[in-house]
């Protein structure tokens, strides 16, 4: 049975955050918009962000806190809708919020709030909701014509229709959280288009160790340390807490997108300590290295840690002595692996764990004014699914927004 064909100016697959707020951009200049997506759920990436109550937006946001291959093409649609255009739009709908630590913004009360108002936007702007739908093929017709604009270029087939527009705007995000239905359908729309994509891997995600450069912390998963992690060039001071597979935390989710399997990574426990003094200053102590450290450090890490730095150093003869009685060659190399742990993750605990997707469809490919695709006029390409990842804060919402506005004054 052939399915009902329905003509309408702009289909955006997708109704996270960046194809919401497309599709209400879309909406308000008075095209047909059908927004699609294949959950029975609304934005679940929204909801369960932020401990359930959304970390939106991050007031400091700037191009330097996010990744790319094309690092300046994130410049034009951040400086176009910015976090207090958001702010505003929340303000606007009575959405009360709150600061939490630097510039990174939560709902005082649950993120449904900022889906709410999402949804209710769309509805006033028309926009046309079909889902749970399933996408099962989508073609391009090239037209000869020179007004582009009046021409049905796409063919989305569903499983309950065939939608024709002028425009398609992917936003289906990217492979971060498979389990709320994440997957890599945008990926193979812009592979079926010849549009290049980046490589993949997990971004902000735990790391994991070998087991045997972690064994001696396998025990104390849960302790949490201030603390300074750098990477390839990029540097975080937050908490970093010991799982049972490796590090997790703030400042190991913001370094993990910078690191590269077989590089190492640098920690500086006691940024905030000049330890060779505290070691010049403590020079006649009869105390013990492991009670010295836990004046500074959680004393259920610092055993563990002492274990294994004095035998890397090959010191272990003096772990039972008092501080004293260390050579001072040896005090300057702990002090050293104080201040630069130096350790080698094997991997990440992956997508599943991951908050984003690191790579994606190569921006070199596309318009950074409207994400539009240089070479295939009317086919769009916005948020996660595109090579362009905010550090941990907020960034990554913020470019959802921005990206879909962007694409939402052309589509």
Known sequence: M????????VVIIGAGAAGMMCAIETGKRGRTVVLLDHSSKLAEKIRISGGGRCNFTNLYTKPDNFLSSNPHFCRSALARFTPQDFIALLEQHGVRYHEKKLGQLFCDGTAQQIIDVLKNKCDAAGVVWQMPTTVSQVQYREHNTSNHSEAQRFAITTDCNTLASQSLVVATGGLSIPQIGASDFGYRIAKQFDVPVTPLRPGLVGLTFSESDFACFKNISGVAIDAEVSCNG???RENILLTHRGLSGPAILQVSSYWQPGTAIHINL????DFPAIFQAQRQSNQLLPNLLANYLPRRFVQAWCNMV??????SHLSSKPVRQYPDNALVQIADAIHDWEIYPSGTVGYKKAEVTLGGVDTHALSSKTMEVKQIPGLYFIGEVVDVTGQLGGFNFQWAWSSGYAAGQVA
Request: charged share 25%; no cysteine; aromatic share 4%.
């Open 2 to 9: 052939k399915k009902p064909v329905r003509n309408v100016d």
């Open 234 to 236: 990029a540097s975080f």
């Open 270 to 273: 006691l940024p905030q300590h």
């Open 310 to 315: 004095l035998t890397r150093l090959s010191l």
